[in-house]
């Protein structure tokens, strides 16, 4: 059906609806775009015959604003929208955000925290007996009982806070569907406990087989030795073919059930999911609110690919994507790109082709098409394996195509490479490609440390990997004659990270003379390796102790170092120093990284007027090779596709 679905009982009625069969309560705004969730699980459902009405952003104090279509037919879909709510509302200091770029206009608190359980609950007073299937990203993470950063508490499955019937998780087209067939047969909700990517609960377990029982809730808030056992019994359960199904125990005979995780989709369904006839916009009544500046990120983006198999310790992908590598064909992508260029506002650039990690476009190696992946090994970490087939052929020759059609002028990749990865395939026609077309003025990778300690806990290769990796950005830069800069992601406070660690990582920026604009401090999301860690001390994969870094004193200092020379910093990175026993970098040397005196946090500009002396191009190393053409059409920023399909995590 073309247009937009009914977000009123009017525009309901317009379309010769009596009533719905599902009503989407959603903590986003309505856009009408592949890459927001809410777009594809209602555009599949109508696909497939279902009805489908939106409830965008309710007022969550008002019972009435659940009740604009009446009752649903067959049930109410609920997601938080495509970010978990809490890290949409909060930084990781635990400071409330200002703006929030999935709302009209950026206006902050359009929805609740913990949107999911909240909107749930708002549902069940006016519907009692109506089933609510929960999904989304922050349903997904919270299916087991987890660990809440923000109340420092262990919490319950989402699925017993919310009174919620089925939760669906991972990207869940597979679920929805089966779920919404189900019901439409007259299946009681209650009896739909078959279902691959689902979770429920139920009181008796005889009619559920083959599963391996976990620590009751009870004993997981006894003992967090407990909680990282059940964790890893969780990671090791999160694919379709090697997976089995968990039974989860609470007080009073409750058990909460997860199914195993659904199959990936093949290229044919990836390609019909895109294909839906999407207005691949925001609703036109946010238009007067100023639109939803989510939008602008992804609006000339295009998604190739689902899956992760980084293995990237402080990254949810596995939990929510899976580590199965799921693409799209050529055909699709291009026929999506055609479409991009008959925008109006259109100016020749595609933003990015990519997804999780932009580079992936193939599974890891071929054994995991019919064994599923390895459930004690990763791919790349520590070393790349050797069944691991590294090449980006089929990607190059995708990029080979948008960038021949008419109206593209260049085609840049935005969304990360894993540059382990691109050292690991033989053939250098990708990285020689990537720097001279697919970059736009500076390339962002994600090293996010340089102490091998550090890295070994984050599941990322070790420093010399990403130094053999910008030697040969460097010398490729000057073969081509680019003015190119390299952006590393560097992370603050990981558990594992000493204060120790931390000076390591501020003398590597000295040497590099780079102060990076922006830090990220680990952020303890659940549903991640890294997370268990902080909350456990536990490293869950080998139930070792791992310092974790917890003291928000402690976090402020860390943080501090990286930006060492921020005037504002000089009391916590002197602390930080002292506390290190490195007071060698106190000092007047060049290779001090503060003075003994505190200077003044106005900084003084040099003799030639311009930027203070000493500092170089802020929010870019120099990495760059011979000066020659800045392709600086559009400064790169993390993509919003890698966003909206995680966190993310990151």
């Not at 009596?18 to 699980?41: M, N, T």
């Not at 799209?328 to 260029?341: C, M, N, P, W, Y």
């Not at 003044?600 to 191009?617: I, M, Q, Y």
Request: charged residues 25%; hydrophobic residues 30%.
């Amino acid at each position: 059906m073309s247009g937009f679905l009914p977000v009123s009982r009017k525009e309901m009625k317009e379309r010769g609806m009596e009533q719905l069969d599902f009503v989407y309560v959603i903590g986003d705004a309505y856009v009408d775009h592949p890459s927001f969730g809410h777009a594809i699980i209602s555009r599949l459902l109508e696909a497939h015959g279902y009805t489908v009405g939106i409830i965008s952003q309710p007022d969550w104090k008002n019972d009435e604003s659940i009740a604009v279509f009446g009752e649903p037919r067959l049930g109410f879909l609920v997601s938080a929208g495509n970010m978990d709510s809490m890290v949409n509302h909060y930084s990781v200091s635990k400071k409330r955000r200002q703006t929030d770029a999935y709302t009209p206009g950026g206006v902050m608190g359009k929805r609740p925290d913990r949107a999911v359980t909240v909107y749930s609950n708002l549902i069940r007073r006016t519907y009692k007996k109506t089933p609510i299937i929960i999904g989304g990203i922050e349903a997904s993470l919270r299916r087991l009982a987890h660990y809440d950063y923000w109340d420092n508490s262990l919490k319950r499955s989402v699925l017993l806070d919310s009174g919620a019937d089925i939760l669906s998780y991972g990207m869940g087209e597979r679920s929805i569907l089966a779920i919404a067939e189900a019901l439409d047969a007259g299946i009681a909700v209650s009896d739909i406990g078959f279902i691959p990517g689902t979770v429920y609960k139920t009181q008796h377990l005889e009619n559920v087989y083959d599963y391996e029982m976990l620590p009751s809730f009870e004993k997981l808030k006894e003992d967090k030795a407990n909680y990282a056992r059940s964790f890893y019994t969780q990671y090791c359960n999160t694919d379709s073919i090697t997976g089995k199904r968990l039974v989860e125990p609470y007080p009073n005979k409750i058990y909460v059930v997860q199914n195993p995780p659904s199959a990936p989709l093949n290229q044919e369904e990836m390609d019909e999911v895109y294909a839906y006839p999407y207005m691949r916009t925001y609703h036109p009544s946010y238009e007067k609110l100023g639109g939803v500046p989510a939008i602008s990120e992804i609006k000339f983006s295009l998604v190739s690919n689902r899956g992760c198999f980084g293995g990237c310790s402080f990254c949810a992908l596995t939990f929510h994507q899976g580590r199965i590598i799921q693409t799209r064909s050529h055909e699709s992508i291009v026929e999506e790109a055609k479409l991009l260029t008959k925008e109006p506002d259109f100016k020749g650039y595609i933003h990015d082709v990519g997804g999780p990690t932009a580079d992936f476009r193939v599974r890891a190696c071929t054994k995991q098409e019919t064994r599923g992946v390895c459930t004690g090994r990763q791919c790349l970490f520590p070393k790349p394996c050797k069944n691991l087939r590294a090449t980006h052929k089929d990607y190059l020759e995708l990029l080979h195509k948008l960038r021949k059609l008419p109206k593209v002028k260049k085609v840049f990749i935005r969304s990360g490479i894993r540059f382990d990865y691109v050292l690991a395939d033989p053939d250098d026609t990708f990285f020689r490609e990537l720097v001279q077309y697919h970059i736009s003025g500076q390339l962002k990778v994600a090293p996010e440390h340089v102490s091998d300690q550090v890295l070994h806990y984050m599941g990322k290769p070790e420093h010399a990997v990403f130094m053999q990796f910008t030697e040969k950005y460097k010398k490729l830069n000057e073969k081509y004659g680019m003015n190119q800069f390299l952006v590393p992601y560097l992370m603050s406070s990981h558990p594992g990270c000493t204060m120790r660690e931390a000076v390591k990582l501020a003398e590597y920026l000295r040497d590099l003379g780079y102060m990076p604009e922006q830090v990220q401090d680990f952020y303890p999301t659940p549903s991640t390796i890294s997370t268990c860690m902080y909350y456990t001390g536990l490293d869950p994969r080998t139930m070792e102790s791992v310092y974790v870094p917890t003291n928000p004193h402690e976090k402020a200092m860390q943080r501090a170092l990286i930006q060492y020379r921020n005037p504002k910093n000089y009391d916590l990175v002197k602390e930080a120093l002292v506390r290190a026993h490195r007071t060698d970098l106190i000092g007047y040397d060049r290779r001090c990284l503060i003075r003994p005196e505190k200077p003044s946090e106005h900084p003084v500009k040099n003799n030639s007027g311009g930027k203070p002396s000493g500092r170089r191009k802020q929010g870019a190393a120099d990495l760059r090779g011979v000066k020659g053409k800045n392709t600086s059409e559009n400064r790169s920023r993390r993509s919003p596709i890698r966003n909206i399909q995680k966190k993310k995590g990151k």
